[in-house]
């Protein structure tokens, strides 16, 4: 446990609260005294911290915190009589607040920004807010100063749906991670503040999101906003959210952040996601659903405005791909397939959400990179998705960014151009005769509205490249069925060892380029059903 010390070291990274009171309007959430707040202010105190030595977050006993498991944490429900703008209270989006745990043990400070003011004042914790069962391993930190660790921010209190039973449609929990719902109601794939150095041979760094202020919304058609303080080991940084509740959810973001040391790999607007196996490569029987994925490949709009799809891999070992670009359009973790016969799970992995970037003002060069992770189980997120500068990163150094978040079921700018919906591998060789060794056959489904109306015997023409290997057996067909504009490329590669190959492909007629650039990173040994498969 923290001695009181460090407890004093810590609270001074951040505003202090002097003053307890009650706000009987809150249903008796305990406030401190007002304290100036503005963006400006938060951006000067973020580099003010960043030129001292870093100081962790408060944490809880480590030992209780540890044994709030799954179930344990499941069973801990905040009152939302006490949610932060809920009934009788100025503010559209009620916000309630979730209690620290075994995956999030670090404590989180709380402001409400007073309406019309540039001032705020600190949400006090107080046990009462939550129901907690009486042989709850929690109840041992009933005397702790704070125990929360991250928030909610509800459905509006004037929109059609019940505030107090819907399910939240932000969460912000855990380092610097959130993510809301898509416009078919799911989560999944979250969002994080910032990624150092991501699936590098050392530990990585998660700075956290330490404090967090909140300004109540008066109309559900207006974002709320939220601000939140950063800090770790190597950054300080200040946050500026705007997250508007459409039928998707719109999140506009804008940071200014102040590096203490160097960074080796600096991961800006960094997605998280989880892909175990899909259509493409699945060992025999290791699980009884077809496909088991939140995202199946990343889309990449780059700054000379090529549309790219890269079917996301489980691979032997970890892997970073780099896609090198200046300014670009837009990437982000997709969901493509939306069938629920492919998934066959009630937890509608089909309905989980894909999330854009939208780069706002000019990011320079440097390149979208790609972090994919082994794993044998659902329950790790192994995909990383973000952008890294070209220029690297110096202590003293400081950044500002913009970017737009889309949470939505498709890409919000699609192209005019059919699109990569299925990536399929196979024995090479032709039916009926042996399987040449080392030839691996590969099926590249596409779709949409340029590819409709070809007729049969006008086949589009593959356009392939791979670095290394030799192809054959070229052939484009309509996909049987009858599903309009769906073709696909038929193509056998074969390749000696085991070193991965990179791979593109596109279809078109004459000059006239039918669809997006598929890339594809192929790992010869990892599918030929025996060695690394293991680890899928």
């Known amino acids: 446990m923290l001695d009181r ?6 609270a001074a990274a951040a505003p202090t609260a002097t003053t307890i009171t009650a706000d009987h309007r809150s249903h008796g959430l305990r406030f401190g005294a007002a304290q100036p707040f503005s963006y400006d202010w938060l951006k000067s105190h973020a580099q003010s911290l ?40 100025p503010g559209v989006f009620p916000i309630t607040f979730m209690f620290v745990g075994h995956y999030f043990p670090k404590t989180v400070r709380m402001f409400a920004i007073e309406k019309g003011a540039k001032q705020a004042r600190e949400i006090l914790y107080d046990p009462s807010y939550f129901d907690m069962p009486a042989d709850s391993v929690a109840q041992g930190l009933a005397a702790n100063p704070s125990c929360m660790a991250g928030f909610w921010v509800l459905e509006a209190k004037t929109g059609p749906l019940d505030w107090r039973r819907e399910e939240p449609w932000v969460t912000f929990l855990g380092a610097s991670y959130f993510r809301a719902k898509g416009e078919l109601g799911q989560v999944g794939i979250s969002a994080r503040g910032i990624a150092l150095t991501p699936g590098g041979s050392g530990p990585e760094e998660f700075p956290d999101f330490v404090v967090f202020w909140f300004s ?23 946050y500026r959210f705007a997250l508007h509740r459409t039928k998707a959810v719109i999140t506009d973001v804008e940071a200014t ?31 009884w659903r077809p496909e088991v994925h939140d995202s199946d490949g990343l889309a990449i709009w780059n700054g000379n405005g090529e549309r790219l799809w890269r079917p996301l891999n489980n691979p032997p070992r970890i892997v970073i791909s780099s896609f090198s670009d200046e300014n670009p359009r837009g990437f982000g973790l997709m969901q493509r397939d939306r069938s629920f016969d492919h998934y066959l799970d009630g937890v509608m992995y089909e309905k989980r959400p894909s999330v854009w970037i939208e780069p706002l003002g000019n990011w320079g060069a440097g390149a979208v ?80 509205a340029p590819l409709n109306g070809l007729r049969d015997d006008a086949k589009p023409e593959p356009v392939l490249w791979a670095s290394r290997g030799t192809f054959s057996y070229f052939n484009t067909e309509k996909v049987p069925g009858g599903v309009p504009g769906l073709w696909r490329a038929e193509f056998d590669l074969a390749v000696d060892g085991r070193d991965p190959v990179e791979m593109r492909l596109f279809l078109r007629t004459g000059d006239q380029v039918l669809t997006e650039t598929w890339l594809y990173q192929y790992h010869p040994f990892a599918t030929e059903g025996k060695g690394p498969e293991a680890h899928v």
């Open 369 to 448: 990179h790609l972090v994919e992770i082994p794993t044998n189980d659902e329950i790790n997120d192994n995909i990383i998705a973000y952008w890294c500068p070209t220029k690297p990163i110096q202590a003293k150094d400081r950044i500002d960014l913009r970017y737009r978040l889309h949470w939505v079921a498709d890409e919000p700018y699609p192209p005019p151009l059919a699109r990569c919906v299925a990536t399929r591998l196979g024995r090479g060789g032709r039916p009926g005769q042996p399987h040449p060794p080392g030839t691996r056959k590969f099926m590249v489904e596409f779709l949409g």
């Open 5 to 10: 010390e460090n407890l004093v070291k810590i």
């Open 257 to 287: 952040l102040f590096f203490r040391s160097s960074v080796e790999r600096l991961g800006l607007a960094p997605l998280t996601s989880m892909y175990w196996y899909s259509e493409t490569v699945k060992p025999v029987a290791i699980d």
């Open 50 to 89: 960043a030129a001292a030595p870093y100081q962790p977050p408060p944490q809880p006993d480590p030992n209780i915190v540890a044994n709030i498991d799954y179930d344990a944490y499941g069973k801990l429900k905040y009152k939302r009589d006490f949610a932060l703008y809920g009934d009788g209270q």
């Open 216 to 238: 109540p919304t008066e109309s559900a058609s207006e974002p709320f906003d939220c601000y939140a303080l950063l800090n770790g080991p190597s950054v300080a940084g200040a």
